[in-house]
């Protein structure tokens, strides 16, 4: 593997290889016995992502730089090219890039090389590949495997790329597949079928709910009857199979897309997902960087096995 850009570049067994790393990592963690820096060039808000790549570094053992783009000459119109090649050329060994640009290492790629690898945090709204493995730790952890489970990605469609990511990993892993909108959020290039909130809850083994993107929006969009138009209310939820449970990959909009006591009601999954961020993005950082020669076996030391179930 290059660069850790997009869900499209992985097949169904690199998946597979990393969430069963991820769920070995969160009953033995691991740690990097060579000094390595970690770069997070964050260049959107970001809590989750951030905190839990910066947490799972520490985790490994890491070193830590972190960009702040109003310190940074960033303000002084540097690149995104020329920053990276910065951090490279002062000794990080990879970055972790979040750029509300679509497309951001093409165009990386398009000014130079870089020699050292680059993992997507986000980018615009496209793609969220590390989001979209710990929601699949998450579905994994619960159903054992997503084949034929029914997934339904509810919300701001077109302007979602953890909807985008989750899509297209989900279906080539065999689950099915569907998306449910309101009128103006759907994405018709996206090959699948749209369904109501009242069909969802009916059918779905899991619900993920995502935010409305309104810093992605031209115009601003009302919300004041979208939870009981759209949204996951006490009603629907009750309507939900037992099994199901309930997504989000946060920061959650109370009381809009998802009715604020099923944030953390026993079918909600919302913080368990958060969890998980941290082992999957440790099992990432190890499986890209063996991948590049920059670590191998003998680097990474096994720790005592938690009692964790
Ligand atoms: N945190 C996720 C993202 O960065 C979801 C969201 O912001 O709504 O895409």
């Known amino acids: 593997m290059k660069h850790f850009i997009s869900m499209q570049q992985l ?18 963690p691991k ?3 060579k000094q390595l820096f970690a770069a997070n060039l964050f260049f959107e808000p970001s809590t989750r992502t951030k905190m839990s790549f910066e947490v799972a570094q520490r985790k490994l053992g890491l070193e830590v730089l972190n960009l702040y ?34 497309y951001w290492m093409d165009e990386i790629e398009e000014e130079g090389q870089l020699n050292i690898p680059v ?8 793609e969220h590949p590390t989001q979209c493995m710990l929601d699949l730790l998450t579905m994994y952890q619960e159903f054992g495997n997503v084949e034929g489970k029914k ?20 279906e080539k892993l065999g689950a099915d597949v569907y998306f449910s909108a309101a009128p103006g959020f759907e994405d018709h ?60 990959p946060a920061p959650i909009n109370r009381g809009v897309e998802i009715d604020t006591r099923l944030v ?27 991948e590049w020669g920059i670590i191998n076996e003998n680097d990474i030391n ?3 096995a938690l009692n964790i179930i």
């Open 11 to 28: 097949s169904k067994e690199t998946m597979n290889q990393i969430l069963k790393e991820a769920e070995l990592i969160r009953k033995s």
């Open 31 to 33: 740690t990097i016995n």
């Open 69 to 102: 783009e109003e310190g940074s000459s960033l303000i002084k119109g540097e690149s995104l090219y020329d920053t990276a090649k910065t951090f490279e050329a002062i000794g990080a060994d990879f970055l972790v890039v979040r750029h509300p640009s679509d």
């Open 119 to 126: 993992f997507n945090a986000g980018s615009g709204k496209e």
């Open 151 to 170: 997934v339904v990605i509810a919300g701001d469609i077109i302007h979602s790329r953890v909807a985008k990511s989750n899509a297209r990993a989900l």
């Open 189 to 248: 290039s996206l090959p699948f079928p749209y369904i109501t909130m009242d069909e969802a809850v009916e059918i779905a083994d899991a619900l993920m709910l995502l935010r409305i993107q309104h810093e992605r929006h031209i115009h601003k969009t009302e919300t004041d009857d979208y939870l009981s138009l759209y949204g996951l209310t006490m009603e629907r939820a009750a309507r939900m199979q037992k099994h199901a449970i309930i997504m989000h």
């Open 264 to 290: 953390e009601s026993k079918q909600s999954r919302i913080f368990k997902q958060m969890e998980n961020g941290v082992y999957v993005r440790m099992a990432i950082l190890i499986h890209v960087l063996k």
């Open 302 to 304: 096994e720790c005592k």
